[in-house]
């Protein structure tokens, strides 16, 4: 019984460290942009620019052609 | 291309040749402006009001963007990576007065739209744009690099000012960012004069010189 019950606190004790280890483990999530050197950070600047300058230039495609239906 | 290995920056360091390069054309575009308002205020040829109003366009444009690639690149190194709290972030002097140069710009445009006659509308709107690009240098240079700062270039920071010194800048960034500038630059102007050309068509009538 004794033996029974060592086996089972050990068991409590290594299943319980375990789960403290796993606790003490830093969480990953949504890390992406920290991945490979931060490089989805200039991804992410880069798409701002491209997105950014894409609407700006559609906005004066959209007033060249408000402006061809006038003339 | 190699770029230094940084704490910190990490592979972030290459925003360098974009975020930067938005604030540099911002600058020249901005410049080109107040060249041709005080070109009109010399002369009162409305052609130099259209060319200052769309340098203008085209430089705030830039500036947003600019603004825009500052806040993705500060949300991965201040904010996370060196704990800084949001309090510290708002605090924050060069944003202040980025922001405040960009409003000046913004009440430039408002300024232009709240007039119906043409020539006050030119004259005024010339003035104040002047009195804009004044306004850059000690809200954008002077403030943020005179109180204490995250964005580099501030007092006592480690990585000095890259923005005005070019010794503090490494080589083999400076191979790739002073290109950078002028291509960008070079954009900036291009999509300036298909502005301006379209405007000097519209105004045909109203030119004729």
């Not at chain 2, 043409?118 to 005024?124: E, S």
């Not at chain 2, 080589?171 to 291509?183: D, H, K, Q, T, W």
């Amino acid at each position: 019984m004794t033996k029974f019950m060592v086996r089972y606190l050990l068991f409590v004790l290594f299943m319980s460290t375990s789960f403290f280890s796993f606790a003490q483990e830093k969480p990953e999530m949504a890390d992406a942009m920290r991945s490979n050197g931060k490089i989805y950070v200039v991804v992410a600047v880069c798409l701002t620019i491209l997105i950014g300058l894409f609407i700006y230039v559609f906005l004066i495609d959209r007033k060249i052609s408000k402006s061809e239906k006038e003339v | 291309m190699d770029v230094p290995h940084l704490f910190i920056l990490n592979e972030s360091i290459r925003n360098l040749y974009f975020h930067v390069c938005m604030w540099f054309s911002m600058m020249i575009l901005f410049g080109v402006s107040v060249v041709y308002s005080i070109k009109y205020l010399a002369g009162f040829n409305l052609r130099n009001d259209i060319f200052a109003v769309n340098f203008a366009a085209v430089g705030s444009f830039l500036g947003i963007l600019g603004y825009a690639t500052g806040t993705i690149w500060a949300n991965y190194t201040w904010v996370t990576d060196q704990n800084q709290s949001l309090g510290s972030i708002l605090k924050e002097p060069k944003l202040i007065g980025a922001a405040i140069a960009l409003l000046i710009y913004g009440a430039y445009f408002v300024l232009r739209g709240s007039f119906t006659d043409m020539d006050k509308k030119a004259r005024i709107s010339a003035v104040y744009n002047i009195f804009a690009f004044a306004m850059l240098f000690p809200s954008i240079w002077i403030i943020p690099r005179l109180v204490g700062s995250l964005h580099p270039g501030a007092p006592g920071s480690d990585s000095g000012n890259p923005a005005l010194n070019f010794k503090d800048i490494d080589s083999r960034l400076r191979m790739v960012f002073y290109p950078a500038v002028i291509g960008w630059t070079l954009l900036g102007v291009w999509i300036a004069t298909l502005k301006i050309r379209i405007q000097l068509i519209k105004d045909k009538t109203l030119l004729h010189d």
